[in-house]
């Protein structure tokens, strides 16, 4: 029996009867977009975050350009992204017209630092957009005493914990959420939200989300069709009072793989100083990864290296990220592997994925030592 990367069916299985009830809700409404179960869900998760507003949008991609265009970026800006992340992270910023500027990461937490920004600011520094990578907490008050506006990209990061209880979504000038459906909190298709404290940002993020318009008839701006709908939000609804245990549970496993010497093994990722993540995905390190690969697929085992080729390096963006040397972010696209991680996986689980890891290394080291 192998493991699979991750589980989503299993922590939702006890709550069809209400994710039913819920969507019958929104047929019996006939209300399908901009409705009350938008409206109420956006300020749950308002509130659920600790920020004062929230704008539902229609997926995490379009969540980072329509913050970014509200916090006032535009042509001729810079925002600063890592490369270590999803290709969104960095994607969604040419359409405000401003260039990304790739940052490194520490590859130990996978985030990016207040000394990796500092090295590419510049006078065109509009933002920095912090990475919670894999459900880390990136540095963002350091960040933000650099001087510079920054947008969380917490897209993998709902439920996670900063100091003090802080959550993502009211750590930075403003902070954007994916609902795709592997993500800690997730709907069923596209989704993605918007969260500040600015009453400015808030309303210029609904105005561009509806077209630049607020009633359809006379438009303010250029703006996108990119609405969370009622159906996602009424799914969304039924879940979010789930995300803090189904987090805890996530919590438990890393701490399964920690009590059971995987760190003895490979390198595990780091919480960031007074963070307690909800590991969207648990991703570990070791220079010879490829000998995990192929013994965790011998073993049925899911693992994914999702990052091998790091942003700046991917072909639409070597206009931006041509030359480049970012040591952190290549240490960490080699060397990373995800195993598999959720709220439900079980410390016999966790056994099986050691026998296989440690089974690999140790064949990996006879061999060494007979070259
Ligand atoms: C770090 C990060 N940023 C942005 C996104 C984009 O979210 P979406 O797929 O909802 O557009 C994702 C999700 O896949 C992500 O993992």
Known sequence: MGVPLFDTSTPVAALRGELRAAVERVLDSERYILGPEVSAFE??????????????????????????????????????????????????????????????????????????????????????????????????????????????????????????????????????????????????????????????????????????????????????????DELQAAVLRVQLPHLDAWSDGRRAAARHYERAGLGELVALPQATPGSAPAWHLYVVSHPQVERLEAALAAAGIGHKAYYRTPVHRQAPMLRWGEGIELPGTQQAAREHLAIPISPVLTREQVEQVLAAVRGALSVAASTDGRS
């Open 43 to 228: 300020s749950e998760f308002a509130s659920y975050c600790g920020a004062r507003h929230a704008v539902g949008v229609a997926n995490g991609t379009d969540a980072i350009t329509i913050a970014l265009r509200a916090m006032g970026v535009g042509p001729g800006d810079e925002v600063v992204v890592p490369s270590f992340t999803f290709y969104a992270s960095a994607e969604a910023i040419p359409p405000t017209g401003a260039t990304p500027v790739f940052c490194d990461v520490d590859p130990h937490t996978f985030c990016a630092t207040a000394d990796t920004v500092r090295a590419v600011l510049s006078p065109r520094t509009k933002a920095v957009i912090a990475v919670h990578l894999f459900g880390n907490l990136a540095p963002v008050t350091e960040i933000e005493a650099l001087g510079v506006p920054v947008l969380e990209d917490a897209a993998q990061a709902a439920g996670s914990l900063g100091a003090d209880g802080q959550r993502p979504g009211a750590l930075g000038t403003a902070a954007t959420f994916s609902f795709f459906p592997s993500k800690n909190l997730s709907c069923f298709g596209d989704g993605g939200i918007i969260t500040t404290d600015d009453e400015l940002v808030a309303e210029t993020a609904r105005t561009l989300r509806f077209h630049g318009s607020h009633d359809k008839v006379t438009y303010e701006l250029l703006g996108y069709n990119s609405r969370l």
